[in-house]
Each structure stands twice: as C-alpha cells, then as structure tokens.
C-alpha cells in the first residue's frame, strides 16, 4: 500500500518528469522560434548582429562572449543532423539549457523591450500609462548621469583652509 507521502513524490516526479520532456521535445528557441538544424546557423548569426553596440540588445563584452559560446555549443549540437528529432534525449535537454541560458540573458537585456509605468501628469492629478523602450530608458539614464557629472565639474573648487591657493 502506498502512503499518501510517497503516492504525492511519485505524482511530483511524473509531473516534473512530463513537463521537462514537453519541454525537451518542444524547445523555445531565443527568437521564440522552432528551428531545424539547418535554420540555426543563419538564426545564431542574426542574434551575434543585434549583440554588436547599437544592436537589439544592449549587452556587455562579458555577456555577449557567454551567449556566443551557447550558440556556439548549439551549433556543435545540431551539426551532422537534419532535425530535432534525430537528437538524442541528452542532446535536447542540453539543447534547452544553452536556449534557456541564452534566453535569460538576452531578455533582460532587450533594448526593444518596452517598459511601462503609472505617473502622475505635470499640473493635474491624473495618472497616465507611460511605455517606453529599454535602450531609450538608459539613454536617457547615461545622459543624466553625464549632465550631473558635467555640472559637478563646473563647480567652483572651494578654497583650501586658511584662504590662500
């Protein structure tokens, strides 16, 4: 007889195990597309573009350098085959890894990603929906900072104790 633990782990671990091989067997790809082995290439060349500075996504040196590896142990995955089918189940669930990695990083750092937020209107007490574009967001951020940093700079440096320079 089972016990009621026991019968709740055994459910857990089908669930867990269903949901990772719908997963595996259907994984989203970075563009939120199902690519063929032989679409990938030309798909991993599109994202490496919209990760050089002024692309899509607004990423560092550090972070383009990890996403391209994933694309790259991507590529090693799908070569010699024609389909996703033809992968192993280890080959797929690698597969989901490097797209879920990939994922993660790119959509945090999407400067088409739009952004909104409440805010009161200048001169009433009327709160509107403001959207706005992450690259816009930190454009506008850098240059504040830049006007800050511009205005510190043109401070007077204020005399040393004692008067004298």
Not at 75 to 95: C, I, N, P, R, Y
Request: glycine fraction near 6%; charged fraction near 25%.
């Amino acid at each position: 007889m089972w016990s009621k633990q026991a019968g709740r782990a055994l459910l857990a671990s089908l669930l867990f195990v269903s949901t990772v091989a719908a997963a595996v067997s259907e994984p989203p790809l970075p563009a939120q597309q199902k690519v063929q082995p032989a679409q990938f290439p030309e798909l991993a060349a599109q994202i490496r573009k919209e990760m050089q500075p002024g692309g899509r996504y607004l990423v560092n040196p550090d972070q383009r350098a990890e996403v391209d590896g994933e694309l790259s142990a991507m590529e090693k995955l799908f070569a010699g085959h024609t389909a996703l089918s033809e992968l192993t189940a280890q080959q797929q669930v690698d597969l989901f890894n490097h797209q879920e990695h990939i994922n993660a990083v790119l959509t945090k750092r999407d400067g088409d990603e739009k952004i909104c937020h409440r805010e009161a209107v200048v001169g009433s007490h009327m709160v509107q929906t403001v959207c706005t574009k992450r690259r816009d967001m930190e454009k506008t951020s850098r240059d504040t900072q830049q006007y800050w940093l511009d205005v510190q700079r043109q401070q007077p440096v204020p005399p040393p104790p004692g008067g004298k320079i």
